[in-house]
């Protein structure tokens, strides 16, 4: 099949920056298309995070109009994984910041001005570097408005949602010195605002999501965020496509962060595991405690909240917990606190990825009780590691696991469904050993990198061309 020219616009990228799983899709897709043939390239702004990445300078500034006026950026080019270019646009005062997004003092007031900066800038750039893609694919609301700007005759475009939660709204009171045409206007406003999402929803020629369950979500009341009606009028361009893992990086068989390595074919390993991150973590060393772990965003969104809760039912039960992230302010003072308290509970509070890969390791049960989620990346790495995952049947959870063959399922959003089901999981652990293990080894053999996500993609990519030239 014909070579495509693919162009990636986002916000975030690894191992440049990151803060979430976007940054994870876009430092992986893009090499797995890369090696199907296809020239792929992707635009970033260049945050003060991605100042510390190897990149060298091109010739010559280039001109954005934002505004009243025409914003210069250097442009630097880089390389990640596969060979594949990275172009960052350089704007100290949009993006030499200590976050990516806001900082301790809360989301930053004019990312209205910074991603239209990085929208304009991306299709700028193409005219700059002399590339003209067959497609370019855009990724949440900070690139939403790419397929707006995209001019008549432009290549087609795909906008993928990430998390619908997020939607990129502002004030109308913006919308003058954004220099757009009437009908662009008509794109962003949205019950007297401006929203960018929207916008992308809008215009673009396709529309993906990262599952099946979740691109049937948000076309509901429940799940929409708003938008839902939107949805539901392009449900004929909507696909959902599961996101993949990088199976190189994350493999229990020569994972360096562990202390010992083990495969489906020999567990043993995964018990030596489990006790040197007790020992770590200053747990008890028993092999034969459930040891449960949750590595997650200390966020509402993860049903941190119903994670609590859950703990209150579970007390009197025989079980460990290893908990590792940050966030909510609240829910630092609890973990802390059982930590400080118990001899079952240690809770690690911030980012650390080496203790993340220990956990997925050493853990037997992994808790995801999310009220929403898109795709989730942590129940694909605790299967891959063998420890089985217990997660609340909603979006890409309900795609990814199947209930007592690679993991458990519940329903009911509350802190008693969720300690009924890690109940069950354990005494299956306890008492049907076997059954336990074969779901360990069932998980741990599936394939879930990202050539089968690619190759999706590629088909997708070529349905909207086709549809943008008008031929379907």
């Known amino acids: 099949m014909a070579r495509l020219k693919i162009l990636f616009v986002a916000s975030e990228c690894v191992p440049i920056v990151k803060t979430g799983g976007l940054g994870d899709v876009v430092g992986a897709l893009p090499p ?6 296809h020239d792929v390239r992707i635009v970033l702004p260049r945050h003060r995070q991605a100042k510390s990445y190897p990149a060298e300078v091109l010739p010559g500034p280039l001109g954005v109009p934002v505004g009243a006026g025409t914003c210069w950026t250097g442009v630097y080019r880089a390389e990640i994984a596969g060979g594949v270019p990275v172009y960052l646009l350089e704007h100290d005062a949009l993006f030499d910041r200590e976050g990516v997004y806001g900082d301790a003092s809360g989301e ?6 910074r991603f239209l900066f990085l929208s304009r800038g991306a ?24 397929p707006v700007l995209n001019p008549p005759g432009g290549p087609a475009t795909v906008l993928s949602v990430h998390n ?8 109308v009171g913006e919308l003058p010195r954004m220099r757009l045409s009437p009908e662009q206007e008509r794109d962003v406003e949205y019950f007297g605002n401006v929203n960018l999402l929207k916008a992308g929803l809008t215009r673009a020629t396709l529309l993906s999501t990262v599952s099946p369950r979740y691109a049937r979500e948000i076309q509901s009341a429940d799940g929409g965020a708003g938008l839902d009606g939107l949805l539901r009028q392009r449900r004929r361009d909507l696909v959902g496509i599961l996101n993949g893992i990088d199976e190189a990086r994350w493999n229990p068989a020569t994972d360096l962060h562990l202390p ?7 567990l043993a390993g995964k018990a030596r595991c489990k006790a040197a991150l007790q020992e770590e973590l200053g747990l008890p060393v028993r092999p034969d405690v459930p040891l449960v772990g949750l590595v997650s965003r200390l966020a509402e969104q993860k049903g941190i909240d119903i994670f609590v809760d859950a703990l209150g039912y579970l007390a009197g039960l025989d079980l460990q917990f290893a908990v590792l992230g940050s966030g909510l302010a609240w829910a630092e003072q609890v973990f802390d606190r059982l930590s400080a308290t118990t001899s079952h509970f240690r809770a690690r509070i911030g980012i650390d990825d080496a203790l993340s890969h220990r956990i997925y390791a050493g853990a037997d049960l992994f808790a995801v009780p999310s009220r929403y989620e898109p795709c989730g990346l942590t129940q694909l790495y605790s299967q891959r590691y063998g420890t089985v995952p ?9 795609d990814t696991v199947d ?3 690679s993991g458990f399922k519940f329903q009911e959003l509350s ?9 069950w999981a354990a005494d299956c652990y306890r008492h049907r050993p076997e059954h336990f293990q074969q779901m360990q080894r069932f998980s741990m053999r599936k394939r879930m990198g990202w050539n089968r996500v690619a190759a999706q993609y590629d088909a997708l990519y070529r349905l909207a061309i086709a549809r943008r030239r008008g031929r379907l």
């Open 108 to 113: 930053f007031g004019d990312s209205l001005w």
């Open 403 to 405: 209930h007592e063959v």
């Open 123 to 146: 299709l700028e750039l193409c005219r700059h570097i002399d590339f003209a893609p067959d497609v370019i694919h855009v990724h949440d609301w900070q690139a939403a408005l790419v």
């Open 415 to 423: 802190g008693r469904a969720l300690a009924l089901s890690l109940a």
């Open 260 to 266: 010992a390595t083990y495969d489906p074919d020999d």
């Open 390 to 398: 217990v997660v609340r049947g909603v979006g890409g959870l309900d």
């Open 164 to 171: 619908l939660g997020y939607q990129g709204i502002f004030g």
């Open 32 to 37: 797995a298309l890369r090696a199907r043939g």
